[in-house]
DNA sequence: AATGCTATTATGTCTAGACATAACGAGTCA
DNA sequence: TGACTCGTTATGTCTAGACATAATAGCATT
């Protein structure tokens, strides 16, 4: 007999688990409290607390003071999904990052635009084309406008070496930012630039950033067939 | 004089967050000790573990024993994305929702699915195509199997009236998921199904869930072109 | 019956101290 | 030189006990 290990937060947040999935507690039942477990587990109860509130934070339980934890109805499906630096997405697989600047040009704010980022009909915004590449694949196109009126020192940048993104990190954080995800057909532009057909299907990711109110930016960030976003609870 | 409140967690937590905000810890720095801290603040150094770790969890700083901790170079910004039911998802755009189960069988789980969940040879699995529609418009085309060694519940259900992401929700819950997200072109029967053109560009949602690391289901959700999956920080 | 107070209860958080574990570095031995 | 051992150090986790707080149920007053 080797040294018994000391029962772990993790054991009992397993064990609690398995329960649940055996239905021994079945949803919307309320599952015996803190005491009571410490005292059948033979740990503290603080023991015992961190591993109900682990549960409680993944949604497969509920928690109310006074009236005890119930084993969720519903559990809240809710992903967190991290925004990396395209540099460190690709080094994080492994590959060798690259980036081109292809355009940049100071231009009137399109119509579009204006009407996303609720801008002046007047305002002037930074267009630049980028593209990044893993291990001298195209990774991703970039096609970036940045609100001159926001943030006036990109008018200095030249972006030849850094990518916007990561200009923008360190001179521009966002307050807000709202992103969308969809499918798209590659246009003749985009599939020559990221390397395919035309017309394949394409992962497109926009996003808007404000800070304080104010618009920042807009990026369409488009990826080639294959590309997987991917995120887990 | 009233009363000084016991500081908390939440205060040093917070506190933290701001030295790092105005750059008294850049980003790379480490920053002092538990022990260093707990004097400072005056509190356990259990408190100052609580604060510390889940500015960890947030991405805001990384640890490592002995090193100690620093100020994270590249914070990972994250979304919050909400994975609600779907027809929770239509109804909330106001559409009239409705469902239809196409097939239903129980087969030897494919190669493709063993191998992504990690089944043995001999594994059942309950396979399911479903659509989903928004005021009678093709939605959502689901195709999901179910891991009947870990639900044998799922054998009795039939799925004809209650769609197999909700049965699940109120029968088997999940502690882990992972989802990933990307874009295909439509096959001749999913095309069909969606009532698009063959080749079109489809945004697929896949997901696969565990409970206290058993398999449960995976499932791919096809979605027509114009489909925008969105969300906010 | 409506209102307000109070005791009870379950979770939430903190303390002080302890041992566990990972990782690094210095010293030791072949 | 290289491999091994061992001490040091910072984080990771646990204990036992305490007080805090929210929510409820029941009692008492109007």
């Known amino acids: 007999m080797t040294t018994d290990r000391r029962t772990s937060f993790r054991d009992i947040k397993s064990e609690l688990e398995r329960r649940i999935a055996r239905r021994i507690w079945p949803p919307g039942a309320t599952i015996p409290g803190e005491e009571a477990l410490a005292a059948e587990f033979g740990v503290a ?7 109900v509130q682990e549960l409680a934070r993944s949604g497969i339980v509920e928690r109310k003071r006074k009236s005890g934890t119930r084993v969720a109805l519903y559990p809240v499906r809710e992903a967190r999904l991290a925004i990396p630096l395209v540099r460190k997405e690709i080094e994080a697989k492994g590959a060798a990052y690259a980036y081109s600047r292809l355009s940049r040009a100071v231009v009137a704010a399109p119509d579009f635009l204006r009407a996303r980022l609720a801008l002046p009909d007047s305002a002037k915004v930074l267009h630049l084309r980028c ?3 893993a291990d001298r694949t195209p990774f991703q196109f970039e096609e970036r406008w940045i609100n001159l009126d926001a943030v006036p020192e990109a008018r200095g940048e030249a972006f030849e ?5 990561e200009w923008l990190v360190e001179n521009a954080p966002f307050s807000r930012a709202e992103f969308a ?3 798209a057909r590659a ?3 985009e599939a020559a630039l990221l390397q395919v057909v035309e017309g394949e299907a394409v992962f497109v990711a926009e996003r808007m950033t404000w800070l304080a109110g104010k618009p920042i930016t807009f990026v369409r960030m488009v990826h080639p067939p294959g590309h997987r976003m991917v995120t887990e609870i």
Do not use: K, Q, S
């Open 161 to 165: 070496e850094i990518g916007p993104n």
């Open 181 to 183: 995800f969809r499918a």
């Open 45 to 51: 109860r603080a023991t015992v607390n961190r591993a």
């Open 131 to 133: 593209l990044h590449l």
């Open 187 to 189: 246009g003749r532009d």
